[in-house]
């Protein structure tokens, strides 16, 4: 028996890193994004025949994916 009480209680599991958070919020707006220009823009503007909101959507759920996996990795090897 040990005069220490942390060393009897069970180990606890590491919470998951902010950055899995934020790569999942991002990966959620970035859907949004995307399917807001896909199901159409009644405003017709300068350089709507480039569907920026797809461009910009695509990039932050890629964006998003990378931060949520970065995060999930350095979960699982306990960083």
Known sequence: MSDDPRQDESP???PLPIWF????IL????LII???DLVGNTRVTV???LHPGLWWGAI???AGAVFTAIGWIGHRRGR
């Open 12 to 14: 606890q599991a590491e």
């Open 21 to 24: 958070f934020v790569g999942a």
């Open 34 to 36: 995307m399917g807001s």
């Open 60 to 62: 932050i759920a890629v």
């Open 27 to 30: 990966v959620v707006y970035g």
């Open 47 to 49: 350089l709507a025949e």
